[in-house]
C-alpha cells in the first residue's frame, strides 16, 4: 500500500461523515484552546509584570528602628556600615517623629508679607545620601553635606512641592523658612522622587540640628540595593546597624515581588493547566469512543478492504490515521483559537502579546498525538477482525 | 487442457463449537482455467465456508489447497493476503460497496492493497466499468445505481487487476430477474474472455448458465448432473 493511497482512504473515511469528523474534534479543540491561551496569557502577562515591575521595589529595603528610652539603637555614623555592604548602592538614615510630621514652616514672610504662607510640612533629619537613597534628583540648589552636618549649619533642602507650597523658586536669593521659630536657608530642592514620594512635601535638615523638634536619633534606614541583593541585604543590614540588637530592628524587604507573582500566577496558571489537559483527556475520550462506533459501523468496508487485499495493519494504519487527523485538525484549529484569544486578551489589557512559537507549533502536535494514542485500541479492534467475520 | 486455477484435495473445516460443526467434510475438486462452476445446495450445507476456503478468507481445518498452483494451507496471513489480493475477485451479495465514494473510485479501491502503481489507476477502473458495460455511472455513488447496476460495480471492482479467478456468493441474491439476467449475461462474457468464474447460487437459472455444477449437501460434495 502506498502512503498516498492510505492518505486518500483516511481522508475520505473522515469526510464520509464531516459532521461527526467535525464535532469528534470539539473536545480537543476545547483542551489545547485552553492550554495555548493559558500559557500564551501567561507568558504575556508575565512578560507585562516583569516589565512594570520596576527595580525599584525589587530593590529597596528600608530598616525601621524602635524608639529606645537610653542608648539609640542606630548611631548616625551606622549607615557607612551598610553602604559597604555587599549589593547596597545607596543608603540614607532619616529621623522623624510623629511631632516633627506636623510643624508649621513658613517662607520668609518679610518678602511678601501680604500672602499666608504658612504650611504645616513634615520635618525630618537625614544623612546626605538621602537624594540617591530616595531616587530622588536636585531639582535645584543642592543637598547639605558633611560640612553642614559637621558645622551644624541650620540649612534645609525642601521637597519640590513643599517648594511650591511655600512659594520657595529661586535660590538665587537664599531664600529662608521659618520652623517654628527657627530660620533656615533653603539650599536646595529635592524632587522626582521614585521612592518615598513623601519627601517632595517634607523639610530635610542636617541631624546635627534636628535635636530643637526632637529629631535625635535615626527612626529609619533606606537601603537601595542592586537588583537581586535585596534579599540578602536586608538579612545583613540590622547586623552592620545595629550588632547585638539586630532582632530590634524591623526589616521591610521588597515582599520579594517576582516570587509573589510567580506564586499567585502559577497557582491560576495550574488550575487552567489541568483544565487544559481535563479537556483533551475528555477529548481523547470523544475520538476514541467515535472511533470505535466507526469502526463497528465500518466492519462490512473492513472485510470488503480485506478481500482486496489488505493486511490488518493496513486496516490499523488506516483508523489510527483518521484518529490523528481527528486530532490534528483540533490542535489546528485549537491552537489558531488560543492565538486569537491571546492576542485579543492581549489588545484588551494593552500588552505586547508574547506567543512562543514553538508552543503555537507544538499545540497541532499535541491534538495529534491525542488522536494517535485515541485510535490505538479502535484501530486495534478493526486490525484483529477476522475478514470472515466481518464479511458475514 | 487448461491450467488447474483451484486444486482441492480432501479439504474440510470444522467448527469449533460444542459438538463440533464439520461444515465441509473432505472436498476434492479442481477448478480449470476458463471454468464457469456453480455450487449449489441448502442453506447451511456448507457453501458459503467453502468460499471463504476457496478466497483464502478463512483456512481449511485439513486437506491441502492450491490456487494457480500455490499450496496456500501453509502460507502465513501475509502470503495469504497478498495472494488473496492478486489472484482473487470477490462478488458478494450485498455489493459492499463504500456509500460515500463514486462508482469509479469504488472500483480503483480494488488497486489500493499490493503493488499496483498509482499511475493509470482511474484509466484501468474506467476500462473494467467498461467492460461491464456501466461507463455512464463512473461518476455516480452507489446510491443512485440500480440493484444490479452496483453489483456490476462491484464486479468491475473484481475485475480491477486481472484476477484468476472471481468468487461469487449468491451475486444475484438481492435482484430482480431482469438485473440477474444482466449480470448473467456479464458473466457469459467474462467467461467467454477465459476468466475463471465460480459462483455459489441456489437459483436454478444461475445454476443452469454454468458449464459445470457441483452439489454440496451436509459438507459433502458431489458432481450434479
Ligand atoms: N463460525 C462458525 N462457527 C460455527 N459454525 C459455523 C460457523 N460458520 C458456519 N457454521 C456452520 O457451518 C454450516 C455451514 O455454514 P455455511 O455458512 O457454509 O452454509 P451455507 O451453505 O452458506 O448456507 P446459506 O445458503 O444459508 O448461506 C452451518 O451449519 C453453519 O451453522
Ligand atoms: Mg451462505
Known sequence: ?392 | MPEPVIELELVSKEFPADPPVLAIDEISIDVRQGDYLAIVGPSGSGKSTLLNVLGLLDRPTSGSYRLDGTETTALRDGARTRLRGDRIGFVFQSFHLLAHRSVVENVMLAEVYGAHPRKNRRERALEALDRVGLSHRTGFTPDRLSGGERQRAAIARALMGGPSLLLCDEPTGNLDSRNTGAVLALFDDLRAQGLTIVVITHENEVSRRAGRRVRITDGVLSEDS
Open chain 1, 1 to 392: 500500500m502506498k502512503i498516498r493511497d492510505l492518505w486518500t482512504e483516511a481522508l475520505a473515511g473522515l469526510l464520509a461523515r464531516p459532521v461527526r469528523a467535525a464535532l469528534t474534534t470539539l473536545g480537543t479543540v476545547l483542551g489545547i484552546t485552553t492550554l495555548v491561551v493559558t500559557l500564551g496569557v501567561a507568558a504575556t502577562a508575565g512578560n507585562q509584570i516583569v516589565g512594570r515591575f520596576d527595580e525599584l521595589v525589587a530593590t529597596a529595603v528600608t530598616v525601621e528602628v524602635p524608639e529606645q528610652k537610653n542608648a539609640p539603637l542606630v548611631s548616625w555614623d551606622a549607615v557607612s556600615r551598610v553602604t559597604r555592604l555587599r549589593g547596597v548602592t545607596s543608603a540614607a538614615a532619616v529621623a522623624e517623629t510623629k511631632d516633627s510630621a506636623n510643624l508649621s514652616v513658613r517662607s520668609n514672610d518679610l518678602i511678601d508679607p501680604t500672602r499666608v504662607t504658612a504650611q504645616t510640612l513634615s520635618v525630618l533629619a537625614s544623612t546626605t545620601d538621602l537624594p540617591q537613597a530616595a531616587r530622588g534628583r536636585m531639582v535645584s540648589g543642592r543637598f547639605f553635606d558633611a560640612g553642614h552636618v559637621r558645622r551644624q549649619d541650620r540649612v534645609a533642602v525642601i521637597g519640590d512641592r513643599a517648594a511650591k507650597l511655600l512659594g520657595v523658586g529661586s535660590l538665587k536669593r537664599a531664600p529662608a523658612i521659618f520652623i517654628g521659630k527657627h530660620a533656615y536657608t533653603v539650599i536646595g530642592i529635592l524632587g522626582e522622587l521614585r521612592r518615598e514620594r513623601n519627601l517632595s512635601m517634607a523639610v530635610m535638615i542636617p541631624p546635627s540640628t534636628g535635636r530643637q523638634f526632637g529629631l535625635r536619633d535615626v527612626t529609619r534606614v533606606l537601603i537601595n540595593t542592586s537588583l537581586g541583593a535585596a534579599d540578602l541585604v536586608s538579612r545583613q543590614a540590622p547586623t552592620a546597624l545595629s550588632p547585638g540588637n539586630q532582632d530590634l530592628l524591623q526589616v521591610i524587604a521588597p515582599p520579594s515581588p517576582i516570587r509573589a507573582r510567580d506564586k499567585a500566577q502559577d497557582d491560576v496558571n495550574a488550575l487552567f493547566l489541568i483544565l487544559g489537559l481535563v479537556s483533551l483527556v475528555v477529548g481523547a475520550v470523544g475520538i476514541a469512543n467515535v472511533t470505535l462506533v466507526t469502526v463497528m459501523e465500518r466492519v462490512s468496508e473492513i472485510g470488503l478492504r480485506r478481500s482486496l487485499g489488505a493486511a490488518r495493519r493496513h486496516i490499523a494504519a488506516q483508523f489510527l490515521l483518521e484518529s490523528t487527523l481527528t486530532g490534528l485538525t483540533g490542535g489546528v484549529i485549537g491552537a489558531s483559537l488560543g492565538v486569537v484569544t491571546v492576542v485579543a486578551v492581549s489588545a484588551a489589557k494593552q500588552w505586547t502579546p508574547l506567543l512562543d512559537v514553538r508552543l503555537a507549533l507544538a499545540a497541532p502536535l499535541a491534538g495529534a498525538v491525542v488522536g494517535l494514542l485515541a485510535g490505538l485500541y479502535p484501530a486495534l479492534r478493526a486490525a484483529r477482525m477476522e475478514p470472515v467475520d466481518a464479511l458475514r
